[in-house]
């Protein structure tokens, strides 16, 4: 609520300078078709366009606005009921491509010599995806030519800033929200747009810092940036090192986290083990050897320690038919 509040408050600012046109996003569509979403506080706002529906709009002169709000994956599903699901995507993509056109052309015939502007919340063919790929799957996409015909497309949605077109561009979120957009570049982007002309330009925001160090790395530990210490086949005592370490830093302010993957080797067959001892009876007494392992599984299953054992002793023969 806190982001929310202040990003409201940077619209309003902007609002106060030129007009500012607010598209729906995926996070902007209220469950089940009620409640409030973030964008109703801001549609009564003066000099603010909030869109929640495909549309063309005319704010300043000389500039024609085809908006594309988030497209809902089920009403466009909905216009081809039959099919597998791979036919009805691209049934879904079909029709979106047609709506964006069909914007383009009423642009055109509407606002004549303006500047054609297409603002689009949405997946595209094409583009590189960073942390947020559980978020976009089952998105309906279109392709970056879909939006031929456009001086400039103006995207959102993916959070990564790239150009898949001259005209074509993902801004990408303005701040870094995970690791793996340590190396991320993230801006705002300065356009200039005319018929048949267009300069980008990019802005370069003081995005959160996230650095990756190993464990025996120092910093200067500056304020406001995430750290992480990785290892890989770490043993259980260096792992325990690094996470001491990390509970250090963290009770000096430092924002720190570890990311410590734990080299395992387990060996049933030991050196009391015969020749002829069939891995179904070494299992039982590797098991015996280790009751932590038991336990842990009989916790998570509601079991006895004693079924545990007879299950995975049975398991081990069918497996291995010993």
Same mark, same amino acid.
């Given at each position: 609520q806190l982001e929310e509040r202040y990003a409201v408050e940077v619209v309003e600012e902007l609002a106060a300078t030129a007009p500012v046109v607010v598209l729906a996003g995926n996070h902007d569509v209220p469950l089940a078709g009620t409640g409030a979403t973030a964008l109703e506080c801001l549609k009564l706002r003066a000099n603010i366009h909030v869109v929640e529906?495909?549309?063309?709009?005319?704010?300043?002169?000389?500039?024609?606005?085809?908006?594309?709000?988030?497209?809902?994956?089920?009403?466009l599903i909905a216009l081809a009921p039959e099919g597998s699901r791979e036919e009805r995507y691209a049934a879904a993509s079909q029709e979106l491509k047609r709506l964006i056109q069909g914007l383009r052309?009423?642009?055109?015939?509407?606002?004549?010599?303006?500047?054609?502007?297409?603002?689009?919340?949405?997946?595209?063919?094409?583009a590189v995806v960073g942390v947020q790929p559980r978020a976009l799957t089952g998105d309906i996409a279109v392709h970056p030519d879909d939006f031929m015909g456009f001086d400039y497309a103006a995207c959102g949605h993916i959070h990564k800033m790239q150009s898949l077109s001259t005209t074509v561009w993902y801004a990408g979120s303005v701040d870094r929200v995970d690791f793996d957009e340590e190396a991320d570049v993230k801006c705002a982007l300065d356009v200039r747009v005319a018929p048949g002309a267009l300069v980008v330009s990019m802005l370069r925001t003081p995005a959160r810092r996230y650095v990756t160090l190993a464990p025996a790395d120092d910093a200067d530990w500056e304020p406001g940036v995430v750290y992480r210490f990785k290892a890989?086949?770490?043993?259980?005592?260096?792992?325990?090192?690094?996470?001491?370490?990390v509970g250090a830093l963290a009770s000096d302010g430092v924002w720190a986290t570890a990311s410590?993957?734990? +080299?395992?080797?387990?060996?049933?067959? #030991?050196? =009391? &083990?015969?020749?002829?001892?069939?891995?179904?009876?070494?299992?039982?007494?590797?098991?015996? +050897?280790?009751?932590?392992?038991?336990? #842990?599984? =009989? &916790?998570q299953h509601g079991a006895s320690c004693d079924d545990v054992r007879r299950d995975l002793h049975l398991l081990s023969q069918s497996m291995t038919g010993e």
């Open positions: 529906l495909p549309q063309v709009l005319v704010v300043c002169p000389g500039l024609a606005l085809a908006c594309i709000p988030y497209p809902r994956r089920a009403e052309i009423k642009a055109e015939r509407a606002h004549p010599g303006t500047a054609k502007v297409a603002l689009y919340h949405g997946s595209l063919d094409g890989t086949d770490a043993t259980p005592a260096e792992a325990d090192t690094v996470r001491k370490r410590v993957r734990v +080299a395992s080797v387990c060996r049933a067959r #030991d050196a =009391a &083990a015969t020749a002829d001892e069939s891995a179904s009876d070494l299992l039982v007494r590797w098991l015996i +050897a280790n009751p932590s392992h038991v336990d #842990d599984l =009989a &916790a």
